[in-house]
């Protein structure tokens, strides 16, 4: 059958036929067992005796160059009318089988196969590096589990181990990385990982096995990501921890005497990634306990010490170049802000904060330009900073010391202070700002580290403070602070949100509301204006409408008294109660009046437009606009007779422009078509009444409270009425009782009283009960 079916598709095989094919091979392989002499067929070639391999040698070579030409003429000489398959269809169908998930399962049936083992890996290999798709499948057969657990079997050709973490490089980079790391973490992946990077890293001889190292450190590296992983059980940590310290500390280890370190840039790669892997394996309690124990602090102070306090290097020894000393004294630094937190004992033992001010000193030196640009750059963990530029440096030192500081550890802090880092942060700052480029990235970076490092020292000890308050210098503290959280913050909803999480418009409220007492008028301009801008996020509203001071007032009536004290300092018409006195100049202040008979060029702003820029009120209404003009929280009849008058600020600005037309052209003596004067003169008198109505609007806001002041008064009379009567019963009542127990007469009375009402009492009840039983029976009858 398979014969005839080879003639009958000698080119190819048709897609429509494909699935009378497949049940054709299916029956052929059920009918295997029958016949298990067609399973020869599936070896190379066959001999008879052990000489038969050198006498047919030549036939064997023709008979391959004759079965690769025919291969060739079968894609050149098609029939006519049929085409190949495109390449990008076949893989399409090919996610769409379940091919990779079959192969992931004979695997297991393959462990008496070593020779076909290394083809179905490379198979895989293939599939895992075509498609994500083929990826998933995999993952989901737990495919990474049982590529690595197969990956130290016997193998005679060498590849298995090479094919598996190039599997399983493929699954972490196009698959799902979470996904790997958790198949990867049970203990017997760990050990089995552990067997295969013990093997390479002692028989490491070849680039290619370097390379395979590497890979399989970076799966480790993925491994620790995880938090349930069995690295620490499985004593694999401690093994990786030795081999961070080796070359810093002489080792009379097995490991260190065979490790046979070579310098090269896999082994500078190698080093690197062990410094990276201490971070995720810090999670574990277990790990930290390793780190003391191996002195892995004291490592990793010794690859950041300042190059003029670095050893010599013996004359002929091997040993890191200046470049890759950088690059590790970078790593070892960010690694170091990781780690540092969490063993402060350590770090405090081996003078962790003197090697990090020697590294600042020496970046703030004079050995080579500081703010001079590296020339040339490095491909690595650190690309955007450049080569030799002790900028990065000192960005990450800083950052090391922030960590640390963060804490609030106070021995810590007492530390660095009383070797002088203050002063030496303060001369660091002063000179980044004075010597960097507004676009320079890494001295803004390093100016706001500092910042935030200096207010950690200074914010718990009250001499280490600089103190102005109350002065000029505090003013302008607070407008510089205020107006740096207006630049940097507001526009980016990330930080916005941050902000807000952290308080901050309850802060800027809160310096709003005492401002008034302590600070200038000028504050309240950009408190305001901040606020505007962040009322652009939607979850600024929340934290505006729940804001309460000390005295319970809320944002809206802080706001509202604001605008009372601007209207009162602008000289704006206003009754007693705060209600508008002219409807035809709702808006005006004295400065207006003052000015109103001057002329401007035409290019001139008008003191209407003017106006909105030099006082507040303006940034008060857009508030009010953003948090509604109704149902606002903690407000007092006054409160809404101003916020009748916000609500129809613009209405009255605009009316106000348009009065400053008219009087214009009237004062000029210009003459206008009859329906443009009567336009003019419907929208001025739209503005009044406008006014108008507000006006009627108050007056009965008014009115209501004086209704609700009435209603009020006369609940309470009649609760002091009811009050009065109840405490005259009690009187009665009391001399009822006094009475009774001072004269015997008058309890017997009481007494004979109190029989006769029992008396009566139970008489109704007996009423009752002849009433509820006799007359149902007669009803019944």
């Not at 002063?423 to 507004?438: F, G, K, P, R």
Request: charged share 20%; glycine share 4%.
């Amino acid at each position: 059958i398979l014969k005839k079916l080879l003639n009958r598709n000698s080119n190819g095989f048709l897609l429509r036929e494909l699935t009378g094919i497949a049940r054709v091979l299916e029956l052929c392989a059920e009918k295997v067992k029958e016949h298990p002499e067609y399973l020869f067929i599936l070896l190379p070639f066959l001999k008879e005796r052990a000489s038969d391999e050198l006498n047919y040698a030549q036939g064997v070579t023709d008979f391959l160059s004759h079965l690769g030409t025919c291969t060739l003429l079968v894609f050149h000489n098609l029939p006519t009318g049929f085409q190949p398959t495109s390449p990008g269809y076949r893989l399409q169908l090919l996610e769409l089988s379940d091919l990779p998930r079959t192969l992931l399962l004979s695997m297991a049936a393959l462990e008496n196969h070593p020779a076909i083992r290394p083809q179905l890996l490379q198979t895989l290999q293939i599939l895992s590096s075509s498609s994500d798709a083929n990826c998933a499948s995999m993952l989901h057969a737990r495919g990474a589990e049982t590529i690595c657990l197969h990956m130290n079997e016997p193998d005679p050709s060498g590849q298995v181990l090479l094919l598996s973490s190039e599997i399983l490089c493929n699954l972490l980079e196009r698959g799902n990385k979470e996904e790997v790391s958790a198949q990867l973490s049970s203990l017997d992946c760990v050990l089995s990982l552990k067997e295969a990077f013990s093997h390479v890293l002692q028989n490491a001889s070849q680039q290619s096995d370097l390379q395979l190292r590497n890979d399989l450190l970076m799966i480790i590296t993925v491994v620790a990501e995880n938090p349930n992983s069995a690295l620490t059980e499985s004593l694999f940590a401690q093994q990786l921890v030795h081999l961070i310290t080796l070359t810093e500390e002489k080792s009379p280890s097995y490991l260190a005497h065979n490790l046979g370190l070579t310098y090269k840039n896999e082994d500078f790669k190698m080093k690197k990634m062990l410094l990276n892997l201490l971070i995720p394996l810090s999670k574990d309690l277990a790990a930290l306990q390793l780190y003391e124990e191996e002195r892995i602090i004291l490592t990793l102070l010794m690859l950041v010490k300042s190059p003029g306090v670095m050893s010599e290097h013996q004359p002929g020894a091997r040993h890191w170049s200046s470049i890759q000393q950088e690059e590790l004294q970078l790593q070892a630094l960010v690694t170091l802000s990781s780690i540092a937190p969490l063993m402060l004992s350590d770090f405090m033992s081996y003078h962790g904060n003197n090697y990090l001010l020697l590294l600042l000193d020496w970046c703030d030196g004079s050995h080579v330009s500081f703010f001079i640009s590296g020339a040339s750059y490095f491909h690595g963990f650190h690309d955007r900073y450049g080569r030799r530029n002790k900028k990065t440096q000192m960005l990450h030192c800083i950052r090391v010391l922030r960590s640390v500081t963060s804490q609030g550890v106070e021995f810590v802090n007492q530390d660095l202070c009383d070797q002088g880092a203050i002063h030496q942060l303060l001369e660091i700052i002063l000179q980044v700002e004075a010597s960097s480029d507004e676009d320079d990235e890494v001295a803004v970076e390093i100016m706001s580290e500092i910042q935030v490092l200096l207010s950690t020292l200074c914010e718990t000890d009250f001499h280490r403070k600089v103190h102005k308050k109350l002065g000029l210098g505090h003013n302008k503290l607070i407008l510089s602070t205020v107006d740096c959280a207006w630049s940097c913050i507001v526009g980016c909803y990330r930080t916005e949100d941050h902000f807000l999480e952290k308080e901050g418009a309850f802060l800027l409220l809160d310096l709003l509301s005492v401002s008034k007492f302590l600070h200038p008028r000028c504050v309240h301009g950009v408190v305001l204006s901040t606020l505007l801008d962040l009322c652009d996020n939607p979850n600024t509203l929340p934290y505006l409408l729940s804001w309460r001071d000390v005295t319970g007032q809320t944002a809206p009536r802080l706001l509202l008294q604001l605008w009372r004290e601007e209207e009162e300092e602008l000289g704006v018409g206003r009754n007693h109660h705060g209600g508008i006195l002219d409807p035809q100049r709702p808006l005006l202040n004295r400065f207006q009046q003052d000015e109103s008979a001057l002329t401007f060029p035409s290019n001139a702003a008008s003191l209407a437009v003017m106006e909105i820029s030099e006082n507040l009120r303006a940034k008060m209404y857009f508030i009010f606009s953003y948090l509604g003009f109704q149902e606002l929280p903690g407000l007092s009849t006054e409160d809404y007779v101003t916020l009748s008058i916000v609500k129809q600020y613009l209405d009255f600005k605009v009316g106000e422009v348009w009065e400053e037309i008219s009087r214009e052209v009237r004062r000029e003596n210009v003459w206008l078509f009859s329906d443009d004067e009567e336009a003019l003169i419907n929208i001025c008198k739209t503005s009044e009444d406008t006014a108008r109505r507000v006006m009627a609007e108050q007056n009965q806001i008014l009115e209501q409270r004086q209704r609700e002041d009435i209603r009020k008064e006369t609940l309470f009379y009649t609760e002091m009425k009811s009050h009065r009567k109840q405490e005259a019963l009690m009187a009665k009542s009391w001399d009822s009782y006094v009475s009774r127990t001072s004269n015997y007469k008058v309890l017997k009375n009481y007494k004979c009283c109190e029989e006769k009402v029992a008396e009566n009492s139970n008489y109704h009840l007996f009423l009752l009960f002849i009433s509820g039983t006799l007359f149902p029976f007669l009803a019944n009858k």
